[in-house]
């Protein structure tokens, strides 16, 4: 069966042309203009992934990402965006999309996106078969996982910064697991990139800043020391100072 793809897009030649291309790649498209068409079309048929266009009449894109996310729903959501600054970005984010693409774009970059999210929440992905190898794991139980004061339960898919629980995406928090993982060892964008997204989107990408910066803002605590640090050049490292 194709996986399925619910398109929310109120450009109606943006539209148009992201379904034909979605189609012709292979996905079932449902394609609506508008927020309060995604919401019913998620309700009616919960598809394998939605592709929500940020700015819309009425409901918009974060809305509707909100909405689902408050229903529990953990449909994979990458949104559309005309919207170049962080701050933009940040309040996909927040409202619980797990990855954004700017436009202009081109589609194949929409396909590998795409392509990530199911490959990260398909049974396979999630069973672990035919995944690669961490680059060096922590010691870790069938549940829990921890280092630098931080503590994540895999299954349940949650994390403590000491007592407090961050309220994480999935994206931040495959990311965290990732950093938790190696512990001390830098990790350059490259690799990164591969292991969260399954694609290097190159050196112009502001993608892995944003989800950095973003985390850094739920993990760090008045008075304790940061956990996330940037090596300029190379990539990030997770340790406590």
């Not at 409901?59 to 449909?75: K, N, P, W, Y």
């Not at 396909?111 to 990530?116: E, H, K, P, V």
């Not at 990732?178 to 830098?186: H, K, P, T, Y």
Request: net charge negative.
């Amino acid at each position: 069966m194709p996986q399925t793809v619910l398109l929310a897009e109120d450009d109606r030649a943006i539209r148009h042309a992201l379904e034909r291309a979605l189609t012709l790649e292979g996905y079932a498209v449902t394609a609506v203009a508008d927020g309060v068409e995604a919401l019913a079309q998620a309700h009616k048929n919960p598809p394998d992934v939605l592709v929500l266009d940020v700015m819309m009449p009425g409901i918009d894109g974060l809305q509707v990402c909100r909405v689902l996310r408050a229903e529990g729903d953990r449909t994979p959501i990458l949104m559309l965006t005309a919207l170049v600054e962080t701050a933009d970005r940040i309040a996909g984010l927040d409202a619980g999309a797990d990855d954004y693409v700017v436009k202009p774009f081109d589609v194949e970059e929409v396909f590998a996106r795409l392509r990530a999210l199911l490959r990260r929440t398909s049974p396979v992905a999630a069973n672990g078969a035919g995944a690669e190898s961490p680059v060096r794991e922590a010691p870790v139980s069938d549940r829990q996982m921890g280092a630098a004061g931080l503590r994540m339960d895999l299954q349940a898919r949650r994390a403590w910064r000491g007592r407090r629980e961050l309220e994480l995406t999935r994206t931040e928090f495959e990311l965290l697991e990732l950093l938790v993982r190696n512990a001390g060892i830098v990790l350059d964008h490259a690799t990164i990139y591969d292991r969260i997204w399954g694609y290097d989107f190159g050196p112009g990408s502001k993608n892995l800043a944003v989800y950095v910066g973003y985390l850094r803002r739920k993990l760090d605590e008045p008075g304790a020391p940061q956990l996330i640090h940037t090596v300029r050049g190379v990539g990030y490292v997770l340790r406590e100072d």
